[in-house]
DNA sequence: GTCTATATAACGATAGAC
DNA sequence: GTCTATCGTTATATAGAC
């Protein structure tokens, strides 16, 4: 035994993280104080750095977590048969995630950070590849199955995948009244004229091609 | 006659948010000193304040003149006769500028203090809505053309074009080595795909890319 | 208008009792 | 392990000479 009870003290550093991100994703890095964190997390100044060196490391701290979560997310969609449904939903799962102003500005606020700060962006840069890589996987799979276009190499869809998620990271910011169900539905749709394969005969059968939006006026 | 020489007034003013410009995208807004701005602009700590009243003046001044830079853009585009080529000019420069590691960096930062600052969003807000109300036009042109999907609305194609040129952002950090080139092909390859209209009957001369019209098959 | 010098405030991190 | 109290540093903005 070397300190006590090591779960009560991961279960803490939990909460330290989790206050701490509310707190971040408000006021961005520098303007949070770690007092502000403590108050937050309902502890003490002075207890704060028992659990953190310092106030980057809480920082860093939630990024860890993140990467976690995504690999869930790869591995869940690495379950569904349908290699083209595997890859929407990866899209939409992080996609939702993003359209919240929350996690939008958390997420600004890291892109922002990692340019000055190599060892963040190192981690960010890790998680990043981590849903790239397997998205790559999933689009080859797509292309296998006939449901993706393969003139496009994988990878590069991939990346263009990811960053499309990123898209709407400024407009979450800019107007507030976005709808976060209206911007996923164009984006499926973006996605998919992109990828999907072109036929070099046959019309298609009903003639027509959209499923949303409207017929632009003139 | 209120102050001797308008002109160089507003010269070193210039100078002062060209200088700053540098600063705020290496080093953030907050850990941007109001020294460091001086020393770079070549002026000493007391000057900076004959010319602007605070450090978020300085930086706010640096948007103010983002968007007249994007009125002239605009403006430009309008000349090209062919609206598709005036789209792909527009965002091409746009796109290159962004590609740009310290311009990418400039615009992560404001987007990011943009979400905790009402003022600083609203001046962005209009610079961006500019942006995409010029784009708007363009693709109405282009759908009266016949280049581009009638099925699609307009405001919304603008929209996500704008949502484009930003995509690629949060890589450009991440990925130092990203061929500005390669990315801007494949983005005008995305755009066409999305854009382009779909020929219900007759394929193509050369019997390629034609449209399925489903968004996944099966 | 431009400079040097500084008042004032705030924050991160630590010390040390319990 | 958690708390209170506080130290040392740093930065914005101002004052006032020239």
Redesign the pocket.
Known sequence: MR???PAK?EA?RRAILDAAAGCFAMKGF?K????EICRAA??????????F????AVFVGIFEQDGDETAALLAAAGEIEDPWEAILHVVAQVSEQLLQPLAAKLVLEVAAQCSRDADLARLVQGNDRALRDGLTDLVKGAVEAGRIDPGLDSKTVASWLVALVDAPLSRVILEPDLDPKAELAVMKELIARFLRPVLPISPPADGRLVDTGEISPG
Chains 1, 2 share one sequence.
Request: overall charge positive.
């Open positions: 300190t006590v009870d003290h803490k520098e949070t104080t770690t007092a309902g502890i003490s100044t002075g207890s704060l750095f028992h659990y060196p310092n106030k980057r």
